[in-house]
């Protein structure tokens, strides 16, 4: 068992088709099928359920392919702890934003990022904050710009900055009387 097979699995369950995991994968189908079928055979158990028209994880299947993800991401942390040693800014930082403030906020920071930065690239994922909470979670991304509060444990929060917000209504519109 290697990390490139733990790789095929996971794409696999991305793309539940053997084809279009290969495809991301940059291998052959029969290629791809061949090494899952040593990694069953590896690990003594029926990974994938094989039908004409689609792919059916086992129960284990679906457990060996939630801790290969892990394993990946474990092994992706290695590779950086070792990089970091040489150049703490250098390699990709996964940053997410949400929607309202991506336009705001991006052209400001991306450019004094790469300038002072020049050995980090900026990959930027801009979602809903559960969505992001989600990624965050699973390792896709390693920070996130979101709206607080938030309600999850085991993240660091800090505010960036606070944003007052104005009601604008007509002079003669009633609200303006209650404010």
Known sequence: MNLRDLKYLIAIAEHQHF???ADACFVSQPTLSMQIKKLEETLGVTLIERTNKSV??????KTIVAQAQQVLHQAESLKEIARLATNPFSGTLHMGIIPTLAPYLCPRIVP???????DLTLCLVEEKTENL???????KV????????????????EP??????LLATPMNHPARSKA
């Open 112 to 118: 004094q990022l790469a300038k002072q930065y020049p």
């Open 160 to 165: 960036l900055f606070e944003e007052k917000f």
């Open 56 to 61: 059916l994880f086992t129960e284990i299947g």
């Open 142 to 157: 390693d920070a996130a710009i979101l709206a607080l509060p938030l309600d999850q444990e085991g993240f660091i929060t």
């Open 133 to 139: 909470m989600q990624k965050l979670a699973q390792g």
């Open 19 to 21: 084809g279009k995991a």
